[in-house]
């Protein structure tokens, strides 16, 4: 047993020294200090490193199919009321959705920019009156209700109990309403007095879409619907000119994550030519990010570029803001990360080491060239 003893004892690499036989110099301790400091930095540094999390970026090929675009938006319009500002959403597969009021806030601003009332869409206001039955005679007591939809109604026992039904019926059949004021419902309802008590009001919409993942636009306009496309209501409301201005608050695709940046977050246009088209054209890149315990989301960013449309001599132009949005084919992965704990440990042994083994170089050749420069001159002192 010995025998092995000695021969492990024989392997060693790290002979010691006598302590009699240590001899400690100035510059040694002043070398020990700077290098210890060193290695102190330096161990922190890689601390931090190990501690902080990476972003890992790919490219990758996007073959989803089938999914939804869920879009996000907060935008202000000072010239243009809430009753008269429409949204609609169409794409290039035929689908459309028109004056949308779905998970869609209205809210009612002064001049100055100031809050007067928020609603909901879909709410209708108080009624006054008694109803027109279809039939054509007042809603008497104990009867019950069932408004005429004016031509529009899609079966023969359809009602239409409010204005909001009627127009609904309306744009389904791609019909304008010119005169609010023929169809009993709004007329009880103040539809046109609405609009007038809002004029010179601006309005704040804000809420969210979810539409096909295809290119397509959502545009908020100044307008009623007729024949499936959008015109203004010259016959009932008409103005010389619709002001477009606009502020985007916010307007994102999908959830937000860490670092995402919304390039249009807080643009202003103001509109100096009346009746004009403000377009938006944006390329959405879907995205999908992982954080460092594995929650992913699913997103989407996007590049933009603006043109302004002014309105054709002889010709009114379609007033409002249009975004027209298109897919990426390549998806985005962001994925943290962060150095292993092995990675870590070698870094550091990698620290450590290095610094003794090159203070340990410049004490020999500070201690050395001293011996040997004191040595010169001791000689020097004996001839």
């Known amino acids: 047993m010995d025998r092995v003893f000695s021969k492990v004892r024989n392997l060693d690499a790290y002979p010691k020294i006598n302590e ?25 540094s890689e601390l931090g490193l190990y ?3 990476v972003t890992e970026t790919k490219l990758v090929v996007d073959t989803s199919r089938g999914e939804k675009l869920h879009i996000n ?12 500002l429409s949204l609609d959403a169409m794409d290039i597969s035929g689908e459309q959705h028109l004056d949308i009021r779905h998970d869609i806030i209205k809210k009612r601003i002064d001049s100055n920019g100031k809050l007067i009332e928020e609603k909901k869409e879909g709410i209708g206001g108080p009624q006054i009156g008694k109803p027109l039955q279809r039939h054509g005679g007042r809603l008497e007591h104990n009867e019950t209700y069932c408004g005429s939809c004016f031509g529009a109604e899609a079966t023969d026992d359809e009602c239409c109990n409010s204005c909001e039904e009627v127009r609904e019926a309306y744009r389904r059949k791609g019909w304008g309403m ?20 809002e004029e010179g009001e601006g309005c704040n919409i804000y809420g969210s879409l979810e539409v096909n993942k ?43 994550y ?9 643009v202003h ?7 004009g088209m403000y377009q938006y054209f944006l390329k959405v890149v879907p995205t999908i990010y992982t954080g460092i315990r594995g929650h992913t989301i699913q997103s989407n960013q996007f590049s933009v570029t603006e043109h302004y449309k002014s309105p054709e001599i002889g010709r009114r132009s379609l007033p409002g803001v249009f975004f027209f949005y298109d897919l990426s084919p390549i998806k985005v992965t962001f994925t943290e990360t ?20 090159v203070a340990g170089i410049v004490d020999s050749f500070v201690y050395h060239g001293h011996k040997a420069l004191r040595k010169k001159m001791e000689i020097g002192k004996l001839g």
């Open 20 to 44: 009699d036989f240590y001899s400690r110099t100035l510059s040694g301790g002043v070398i020990t200090l700077v290098s210890s400091i060193a290695m102190f930095l330096l161990f922190f």
């Open 51 to 53: 501690l902080h999390t």
């Open 73 to 84: 938006f907060d935008i202000t319009f000072p010239a243009v009321s809430c009753t008269l």
């Open 178 to 197: 010119t005169n609010p004021e023929l169809i009993d419902q709004c007329k009880r309802e103040g539809f046109a007095q609405k609009i007038k008590d």
């Open 214 to 256: 295809v290119a397509g636009n959502f545009h908020f306009i100044k307008s009623f619907h007729q024949s499936s496309i959008h015109i203004p209501d010259f016959l009932a409301f008409q103005e010389d000119s619709y002001n477009i201005s606009h502020k985007i608050n916010k307007l994102s695709f999908g959830a937000h």
């Open 258 to 266: 860490p670092g995402i940046i919304n390039p249009l977050d807080g």
């Open 269 to 275: 246009w103001f509109q100096d030519i009346p009746n």
């Open 338 to 357: 962060h150095i292993s704990f092995l990675h870590f440990m070698t870094n550091v042994c990698a620290i450590v080491g290095g610094i003794f083994t």
